[in-house]
């Protein structure tokens, strides 16, 4: 690898490194988990990096490489967490906030999946597809039920 890419590599790791990580976060619920999964990610673009195309964006790509890995970590750790369906009258944003990201975090995969890239990593339907390998209906069923799901959790608490 020449100097040149080299230097772009840096560029990009310095500009997704951050980003990567706490979708991570979202993803795996580890911090452990997450900085490897990181390192994973990071190792994957290097390698991988004369096959990107550019038919989506270089986000769009990298992100996709992190939903696979952090799915890869799921299945080989098999993380579980139990959500505390309770909601305490006298609650504060950020334990809200905590109450809404643990019941996300509790969904099935594919549903959790569609959240996170929408809500909190604010990428389209269409991107969603191309991240998934999905279609743009699929996508928009996933997000539906998502939200049901959620609801139903959540009460009528739940707040999109």
């Not at 986000?59 to 799915?71: F, G, L």
């Not at 959540?154 to 999109?160: K, N, Q, V, W």
């Amino acid at each position: 690898m020449s100097r040149e890419n080299l230097m772009d590599f840096d560029s990009i790791y310095l500009e997704y490194k951050d980003y990567i990580y706490r979708t991570c976060i979202l993803y795996l619920k580890d911090h452990h988990l997450a900085e490897d999964c990181t390192q994973d990610v990071f190792i994957k673009v290097y390698k991988k990096q004369k096959s990107y195309k550019g038919k989506s964006s270089l986000k769009t790509w990298i992100t996709r490489i992190c939903i696979n890995c952090c799915r890869d970590m799921l299945r080989k750790r098999k993380v579980e967490e139990n959500l505390d369906e309770s909601l305490p009258e006298d609650e504060s944003d950020h334990t809200k906030k905590l109450i809404v990201s643990e019941a996300v975090m509790s969904l099935p995969l594919q549903f959790r999946e569609v959240v996170i890239l929408y809500y909190y990593r604010e990428f389209t339907m269409k991107e969603i597809a191309e991240i998934t390998h999905t279609k743009i209906p699929n996508v928009e069923y996933r997000i539906r039920r998502a939200k049901e799901l959620l609801k139903e959790r959540l009460g009528d608490d739940f707040c999109e």
